[in-house]
């Protein structure tokens, strides 16, 4: 009986090990899924639109509006199985800034920096609920 005593913690830690090792069972603290990374990418990409707009620097939208678009992109789809419905809502979100960013004029009038800043407050609230409900899991 003793010997079982001191065998058993070693066999469930080896199991356990295993298990982790080859994705079932438990998460391990260090291990994260694949979408962390890439949401961490997109939150840095949103918060440089994020000064661009409210400084009112539209010169370098397009190119941001682009970059958010392709680590979005990269976001669904590591994460879309898992959530969703918020990828889908950082989809529409940003389909619908870039389609006012590829409409503004070179010199854009107060309304449509403000139809712009409000499409980006969009992108924002999108990422911000994806960011909420991956928190437990990026943690």
Known sequence: MLMNARTLPIALAATLGLLAATGCGGSSSSSKPAYCSDKSTLQSDVGALKSSVSGGDFSSLQSQVTTIKTD?????????????????????????????????????????????????????????????????QCS
């Open 72 to 136: 979005a992109s990269s976001l669904s789809k590591s994460a879309k199985s898992d959530f969703p419905s918020e990828t889908s809502a950082m989809k529409t979100s940003i389909d619908t800034l870039s389609a006012s960013v590829n409409a503004l004029p070179p010199n854009p009038s107060t309304s449509q920096a403000a139809s712009v800043a409000a499409d980006a407050a969009g992108v924002v609230t999108s990422v911000k609920s994806f960011s909420d409900a991956t928190s437990s």
